[in-house]
T-cell receptor
Framework: DGGITQSPKYLFRKEGQNVTLSCEQN?????MYWYRQDPGQGLRLIYY???????QKGDIAEGYSVSREKKESFPLTVTSAQKNPTAFYLC???????????FGPGTRLLVL | AQTVTQSQPEMSVQEAETVTLSCTYD???????LFWYKQPPSRQMILVIR??????QNATENRFSVNFQKAAKSFSLKISDSQLGDAAMYFC????????????FGTGTRLTIIP
């Protein structure tokens, strides 16, 4: 089955801790994206990557970091610099940056 | 900057009836893409329908169709023969056709289906 997987489904972060959210796709898509969703709001772009070893900041990149070492994988690290990390995080991918984006099931991040 | 507005936070419809969800957007660009995504309680975003701005014909996908009015910058979603499984949050989204990879989302409309 082709698709996008995200893990874990729920993640708890302690104060001052960095945590990493996983996103994997087997669709052979070149482009991958990370979005954040807060209650009552639409999605906002954190980072995106058009190809391996390249990524760009989105609208709300502060406090986050990413890597793109493999085509299939685009992990997101929420650093301690992100002061309000509690949100729902969605990963997406597309064949190319001009193509339709398809989403994974999401990760819910909560701060202890 | 582009903005997307969904003015109906909540809508409800009787099962088997038709409902229309509204979306307006603001852009100075001439070529772009518009999308409707559905987010059920599982919270996964599912593509419902896509419209290219250069196409005059309104997109249709089974029971889902859009009314795209480019001059009015309006992009409404019509759901015919509503089913219980249609209950979800619906998000309208915009993307430029000129190298801007970002999807700009509206705040969503929560659709309830009344049995």
């Amino acid at each position: 089955d082709g698709g996008i997987t995200q893990s874990p489904k729920y993640l708890f972060r302690k104060e001052g801790q960095n945590v990493t959210l996983s996103c994997e796709q087997n669709l052979n898509h070149d482009a991958m994206y990370w979005y954040r969703q807060d209650p009552g709001q639409g999605l906002r772009l954190i980072y995106y990557s058009q190809i391996v070893n390249d990524f760009q900041k989105g609208d709300i990149a502060e406090g986050y970091s990413v890597s793109r070492e493999k085509k299939e994988s685009f992990p997101l690290t929420v650093t301690s610099a992100q002061k309000n990390p509690t949100a729902f995080y969605l990963c997406a991918s597309s064949v190319g940056v001009q193509e339709t984006q398809y989403f994974g099931p999401g990760t819910r991040l909560l701060v202890l | 900057a582009q903005t997307v507005t969904q003015s109906q936070p909540e809508m409800s419809v009787q099962e088997a009836e038709t409902v229309t969800l509204s979306c307006t957007y603001d852009t100075s660009e001439s070529d772009y893409y518009l999308f409707w995504y559905k987010q059920p309680p599982s919270r996964q975003m599912i593509l419902v329908i896509r419209q290219e701005a250069y196409k005059q014909q309104n997109a249709t996908e089974n029971r889902f169709s859009v009314n795209f009015q480019k001059a009015a910058k309006s992009f409404s979603l019509k759901i015919s023969d509503s089913q219980l499984g249609d209950a979800a949050m619906y998000f309208c989204a915009y993307r430029s056709a000129f190298g801007n990879e970002k999807l700009t989302f509206g705040t969503g409309t929560r659709l309830t289906i009344i049995p």
